[in-house]
């Protein structure tokens, strides 16, 4: 099915990441001109640039607007404009720690690592949205942020804002400044990542996660672009605006498997 992505200009953040890299390769798939951006995953990033022939890359820490803004910059000047922002760009904070614990210090650096992150990137997007008066924004989010997730209070609140009063004030706020506009959010469980590989690679912790899923596997990051890419297709969804797509296999907040199946 055409997306009628081909020639359209993305930028995807935090693209040295599974889901990002993914979501980079899935654009050029469709004919896009894919603009990387990475933090700190600098040779992963340019190893994904060189496979798709040269894509152009920029490093920038999202939490500080000024490097935000250097980014939008730069990418404006590469690809002569924007009409897609895929913002994957967050950060998962592996250890498990229950609220009553939890330092102050760690919940502010992960809701600016997710939800600061993605404010500014959405905000600079808008600003871009509003000089040409198109665009399609897809917001990352997580099953954390729908069903929450124990020991990561700061991560489900961050992402919950994303999916939910961010995106839903978004989508809204748009079209007053592009009547076409839309903004939507896909929201990924368990995938194989560079963020979640380490944990993932614990057998009795796999089998934990996929008890909640219908469909028992931890997802690909294959799985997320494929759904980002139709998103951001005025094509496939021209018509579809705030709203999130889930890839988790069919979770729940319920358990759905016994541990002896």
């Known amino acids: 099915m055409e997306t009628g992505l081909g020639g359209k200009r ?10 990002g890299s993914a979501c980079a390769r899935a654009f050029a798939a469709e004919g896009a001109r894919v603009f990387l951006h990475y933090n700190t995953g600098r040779e992963r990033v340019q190893s994904v640039a060189e496979e798709l022939g040269g894509a152009p890359c920029f490093g920038a820490d999202l939490t500080r607007e000024d490097e935000v803004d250097a980014l939008f910059e730069r990418v404006v000047e590469e690809l002569g404009g924007l009409d897609v922002c895929a913002a994957v760009a967050g950060s998962w904070p592996e250890q498990d720690v229950p609220a009553w614990q939890l330092s102050l210090d760690r919940w502010e650096e992960t809701l600016r690592g997710n939800l600061t992150v993605t404010f500014l990137t959405a905000r600079a997007f808008l600003r871009e949205v ?8 897809v917001l990352v989010g997580s099953t954390a942020g729908l069903f929450g997730e124990a020991g990561h209070a700061d991560y489900a609140a961050a992402k919950s804002a994303v999916v939910h009063g961010l995106l839903l004030s978004l989508k809204n706020e748009i079209v007053r400044i592009a ?57 496939l969804s021209g018509h579809v605006t705030g709203q999130v797509v889930t890839v988790a296999g069919g979770m729940e ?9």
């Open 10 to 19: 993305v930028l995807v953040t935090g693209a040295s990441g599974g889901i």
């Open 130 to 137: 509003e000089r040409n008066g198109h665009g399609s924004l």
């Open 179 to 235: 009547p076409l506009g839309r903004v939507n959010a896909v929201a990924p469980g368990w995938t194989e990542s560079p963020m979640t590989r380490t944990t993932l690679t614990d057998p009795d912790l796999a089998r934990r996660v996929t008890r909640t899923m219908p469909l028992r596997k931890v997802g690909k990051p294959e799985d997320v672009a494929r759904q980002v890419v139709i998103l951001a297709s005025d094509e």
């Open 253 to 261: 907040g319920r358990i759905l498997h016994a541990d002896a199946e």
